[in-house]
Each structure stands twice: as structure tokens, then as C-alpha cells.
């Protein structure tokens, strides 16, 4: 049979390939430390540089696969619920005051406290406009809720470029409000804007301040049924006029002639 010179070739770089293949071998069982040729190791170089590009690629390609749902409030609620819910959203996504107010205030009736916190976020969005309606919902009866709802107050507050605007409605959230954490925020706030008001005034007008403020915490202070809005009360009248919180006779005689007062002395001393 007549060999052809293509079958020639093909049987010379087999006869080649396997007599390397068996120096390979024999070296790798005789215990030599046969290093790679520099063509092999370059080739094993670029197939595994070709197998991290394929895998990064194809890791990119496709989305990771999620092991866990994220929990989505609705999916516990009534179709009432879900409906106030999806109510407040689409009103906060048009930006509309007015639409989001009213959706708000009728989720806010909800007895679900996650209708109840969406109602309180999406008034946080508008600022300023909604500290009126924060204010009851810093007493809600849930402590996310009533959380959300005053620092979302604190935010619109600080919008406020009117001092005695601001005062005026601290001193409304301080009347309104019972619960203990908010108070201490709130009479932050208050006390700010008194020592802001009463520094900015001069002479009468700045007595006159001063003693609206002190009115309004002795007010308060004799109100029952909150112990925490007494006791931030005397904090703040001490912080304010400088004196030791004595009583409220004491409180009242202070206010009859604030710049003459003077508090009685200690017989303990």
C-alpha cells in the first residue's frame, strides 16, 4: 500500500508527541525534577487565564440567586390595610401635599402599626408642612411608630427659620405629648428657642419672653397625669431662669417679678 506525504506527516508528530509524552514519564518515575517546558507552562498559563475570564463572565452574566425574601409589610395585611397602604405610596410618589396628607391621616386610623409607620414616613417627606399632624403620632402606642414620627418631627422642625414659630410649636408638642422620649427631645427644642428668643430681645420684650416661658412649663408642671412631662418641665425652668426647681408657689412668685426674685435660702444651710 502507497503511503501519501500528508499520512507521512500525521505519523511523524505522533511518533514526536508520544516519544515526549514518555520522557515525561520516565523522568516523573525515575524522581527527577523535571521542570516544564516554557510552551507547555505558557499554554497551561493562558487555558487557565481563559477559564477565570469564562467564569468571572458567566458570573456576570447571570443574577445572583436570592436565598432569602426580603419581607414585604403587605403581605400580612388585609386587603383594607393594603389598600391605605398602596393609598399613602402612590400620593408620596406624585410629591402631592395635599393627596399624601389626607391618605396619611386615614391610614394613620389603621390599627396595623406598619399602615400606621407608613402614614408617618411619608408626612416626614414634606417637613415643615406636617408638624402639626406629627404631633400625636410621637404618642403612638407602638415604639417604631412613635419614633418615627419624632424624628421626622425633629426634621421639619429644623426647617423652621421663624424662631418664635418654632418655639410655638414646641411649645404646642410639649402640651400634646406624654411619652417620655419625645418630651426630653421636644423640651430641647423648646429650650432653644426660648434662650434663641429671649436673646435676640432687649429689655422688656425679652422679660416678657422669658416669662411666657416660664408660664408655660409651670403650666404644665401642674397638670396630672404625666410625671415625665412635670419633671422635664422643672428641667427646663431651671435651665431657663437659672434656679433651683423649689415649688410652684415658688415658680409663681418668680414670675410676679422675675428680675427681682431671689429664692429663699436653704435652712439646711
Given at each position: 500500500m502507497?503511503?501519501?506525504?500528508w499520512?507521512?506527516?500525521?505519523?511523524v508528530?505522533a511518533?514526536?508527541?508520544?516519544a515526549?509524552?514518555?520522557?515525561?514519564?520516565?523522568q516523573g518515575?525515575?524522581?527527577?525534577?523535571?521542570?516544564?517546558?516554557?510552551?507547555v507552562?505558557d499554554?497551561a498559563?493562558?487555558?487557565?487565564?481563559?477559564d477565570?475570564?469564562?467564569s468571572?463572565?458567566?458570573s456576570q452574566?447571570r443574577?445572583?440567586?436570592?436565598?432569602r425574601?426580603i419581607?414585604?409589610p403587605r403581605d400580612d395585611?388585609?386587603?383594607?390595610d393594603?389598600?391605605?397602604?398602596?393609598?399613602?405610596q402612590e400620593a408620596?410618589d406624585?410629591?402631592?401635599?395635599?393627596?399624601?396628607r389626607?391618605?396619611?391621616?386615614?391610614?394613620?386610623?389603621?390599627?396595623?402599626?406598619d399602615?400606621?409607620?407608613?402614614?408617618v414616613?411619608a408626612?416626614?417627606?414634606?417637613g415643615?408642612?406636617?408638624?402639626v399632624?406629627?404631633?400625636?403620632m410621637m404618642?403612638?402606642?407602638?415604639?417604631?411608630?412613635?419614633?418615627?414620627?419624632a424624628?421626622?418631627w425633629?426634621?421639619?422642625?429644623?426647617?423652621?427659620e421663624?424662631?418664635?414659630?418654632k418655639f410655638?410649636?414646641?411649645?404646642?408638642?410639649l402640651?400634646?405629648i406624654?411619652?417620655?422620649?419625645?418630651?426630653?427631645?421636644?423640651?430641647?427644642?423648646?429650650?432653644?428657642?426660648?434662650?434663641e428668643l429671649v436673646?435676640?430681645a432687649?429689655g422688656?420684650?425679652?422679660?416678657?419672653?422669658?416669662?411666657?416661658?416660664?408660664?408655660?412649663?409651670?403650666?404644665?408642671?401642674d397638670q396630672?397625669?404625666?410625671?415625665k412631662?412635670a419633671?422635664?418641665?422643672?428641667?427646663?425652668?431651671?435651665?431657663i431662669?437659672?434656679?433651683?426647681?423649689?415649688?410652684?408657689d415658688?415658680?409663681e412668685r418668680?414670675?410676679?417679678?422675675?428680675?427681682?426674685?431671689?429664692?429663699p435660702?436653704?435652712?439646711?444651710?
Amino acid at each position: 500500500m502507497k503511503i501519501s506525504g500528508w499520512q507521512w506527516g500525521i505519523g511523524v508528530v505522533a511518533v514526536v508527541t508520544l516519544a515526549g509524552v514518555g520522557v515525561v514519564v520516565w523522568q516523573g518515575r525515575s524522581g527527577g525534577a523535571s521542570p516544564k517546558p516554557a510552551a507547555v507552562a505558557d499554554g497551561a498559563r493562558a487555558i487557565a487565564e481563559v477559564d477565570r475570564a469564562a467564569s468571572v463572565n458567566g458570573s456576570q452574566g447571570r443574577p445572583k440567586k436570592r436565598t432569602r425574601k426580603i419581607a414585604d409589610p403587605r403581605d400580612d395585611m388585609s386587603a383594607a390595610d393594603r389598600a391605605l397602604y398602596d393609598a399613602v405610596q402612590e400620593a408620596l410618589d406624585a410629591e402631592d401635599f395635599a393627596r399624601t396628607r389626607a391618605a396619611a391621616l386615614r391610614a394613620y386610623r389603621s390599627a396595623n402599626p406598619d399602615v400606621r409607620l407608613q402614614a408617618v414616613e411619608a408626612l416626614g417627606w414634606f417637613g415643615e408642612k406636617a408638624l402639626v399632624d406629627l404631633v400625636p403620632m410621637m404618642g403612638d402606642a407602638n415604639e417604631d411608630v412613635a419614633q418615627e414620627a419624632a424624628n421626622a418631627w425633629e426634621g421639619g422642625l429644623a426647617e423652621v427659620e421663624d424662631t418664635s414659630l418654632k418655639f410655638a410649636f414646641a411649645r404646642t408638642a410639649l402640651k400634646a405629648i406624654s411619652d417620655a422620649n419625645a418630651l426630653t427631645m421636644i423640651g430641647a427644642q423648646f429650650s432653644s428657642a426660648a434662650t434663641e428668643l429671649v436673646d435676640a430681645a432687649e429689655g422688656d420684650a425679652a422679660s416678657r419672653l422669658r416669662v411666657e416661658a416660664i408660664q408655660t412649663l409651670v403650666d404644665l408642671m401642674d397638670q396630672p397625669g404625666s410625671p415625665k412631662r412635670a419633671e422635664v418641665s422643672r428641667e427646663l425652668y431651671e435651665e431657663i431662669t437659672g434656679h433651683g426647681w423649689i415649688s410652684l408657689d415658688e415658680a409663681e412668685r418668680y414670675l410676679q417679678d422675675p428680675e427681682n426674685y431671689e429664692p429663699p435660702e436653704d435652712p439646711a444651710e
